[in-house]
């Protein structure tokens, strides 16, 4: 829709929402007529958070924390659980694991709901069902079949990420798409903060009262939610049909499944790098629990925090010449983890978590210019890769590690990974127009 100037409007403005500060027909694009110098100015980025309506940005931000924080609740409560429980090794690597599987199947169905039923709705739906999830952990989990079930649905704050990142997305103008879904997406700093909250809850009360004061938690959030985000109607671009006919017909496009392949390097080496942090310091450099997390925290919130700056540099500068220098750092840091110094491998835990939550930014601003119309599906299905390349890092890392004796073996091969996700970028820039992806135009 056009205004009568000539600005596109999107859809929060077509509706009386917002200011008609967006990307003209003809000339420059929006980014570049804000900063022609090519410097980073705070005026810029505030008149790009003015430039679409910012009380969706922040419900979606908050949706999105909050749910994270949901999502990883078993893990960080994964000590007293053992002992409340008397579970095994291997009982309590299945309650961790159940919520990051659940999450990434549902994020594929909560992204197809988000594009038909309309992602402020689904978005509602998703926290109604954590209230609950978590209510029933607080008053009625007792048991390792009731828990393995409660874990299970704790998957479904997983899906947050399928409709915080549309919400955000459609409240925005193209020009802005990088930098308004990494502020949003850095919303995955509530990992930090329940990984640093919980233990300190657990000394003095029980796992079933933490599940309460979450309980508490997403409810204000509900509240919140409602009071900042307008009622909008799905999108009219929106498809009928069954939600997995839409993932089938979206991964068979080159470019769905290759921003995949990038996000389960970016995304799922963020999260599992993380997850592996204390108890490669305790194993590796005989760091103290407590400050291994302090460390495991420190690295999650670089990643969180910086992840908006790798979407507003793939704003200006493009996402695959951003992901051309990213993807190098990302393996060169990797295997660098492991070195004969103490100091030096956490440098270079902080460079790698940093590289991947720059990263992220970057793939997502891809996400958003080459599927407008699909973002929460395509969300749904970037973020499914990301959230199951995540699982399995801590896996492949581990299963190295009782082969070899060592965990370099496991960093070697997922650095090999990320370089082979390097050569594809390079193909795709090759000046001759041949390319691993379909490119939109």
């Known amino acids: 829709m056009r205004d009568p100037s000539g600005f596109v409007l999107n859809r929060y403005e077509s509706a009386g929402i917002g200011q008609p500060l967006l990307r003209p027909s003809k000339g ?33 931000w908050f949706h999105l924390t909050v749910s994270f924080m949901v ?28 919520p990051l599987l659940g ?12 594009d038909r039923l309309g992602a402020r709705r689904t978005a509602v739906v998703i926290l109604v069902v954590e209230l609950l999830v978590l209510s029933w952990g607080w008053v009625g989990v007792s048991g390792y079949g009731a828990a393995l079930v409660f874990s299970l649905g704790l998957g479904v704050a997983g899906a947050s990420f399928a409709v915080a990142l549309p919400l955000a997305s459609r409240a925005y103008p193209p020009s802005a798409q990088g930098l308004i879904l990494g502020i949003a997406a850095s919303g995955n700093v509530g990992t930090v903060l329940i990984l640093f909250l919980a233990p300190r809850w657990a000394a003095v009360m029980d796992w079933h009262q ?27 671009e929106a498809r009928e ?70 979407g507003y540099v793939a704003d200006r500068q493009g996402g695959l010449r951003a992901l051309y220098y990213v993807l190098p750092a990302i393996a060169g840091a990797v295997v660098a983890v492991i070195s004969p110094s103490h100091t030096m491998g956490v440098v270079m835990m902080v460079v790698a978590t940093a590289a991947m939550g720059f990263g992220n930014g970057v793939v997502f601003q891809l996400v958003a210019e080459w599927f407008p119309r699909d973002i929460g599906l395509a969300s749904g299905v970037v973020g499914a890769a990301g959230a199951v390349g995540g699982f399995v890092l801590p896996i492949l890392i581990g299963t190295m590690r009782g082969f070899s004796g060592s ?20 193909v795709a820039l090759r000046p001759n127009g041949s390319s691993p992806v379909n490119l939109p135009s």
């Open 103 to 114: 999450g990434a199947l549902l994020r594929m169905v909560a992204g197809w709901s988000a």
């Open 210 to 236: 933490i599940c309460g004061i979450m309980a508490a938690v997403v409810a204000v959030t509900l509240v919140a939610f409602e009071l900042l985000v307008p009622r909008m109607t799905p999108a009219s």
């Open 71 to 98: 999502w990883l609740l078993v893990a960080a409560m994964s000590i007293p659980l053992v002992t409340a429980l008397q579970l095994s090794d291997a009982e309590i690597a299945w309650l961790v694991s159940l």
């Open 241 to 310: 049909g069954a939600w997995w006919y839409h993932v089938a017909e979206l991964i068979r496009q080159r470019s769905a499944y290759w921003l995949c392949f990038l996000y389960a390097i970016t995304f799922g080496g963020f999260v599992g790098l993380c997850s592996v942090i204390p108890l490669l310091l305790h194993d590796v450099y005989r760091v103290e629990a407590i400050e291994a997390g302090i460390i495991a925290a420190l690295c999650g919130l670089i990643g969180s925090v910086i992840r908006p700056i790798g």
């Open 28 to 60: 420059l694009p929006y980014s570049d007529q804000l900063n022609r110098g090519g410097r980073f100015r705070v005026s810029e980025i505030w008149q790009i958070l003015k430039s679409g309506h910012w009380p969706s940005l922040a419900g979606a």
């Open 407 to 426: 965990y370099e073996l496991g960093f070697w091969l997922f650095a090999g990974l990320a370089v082979c996700a390097w050569g594809t970028v390079m």
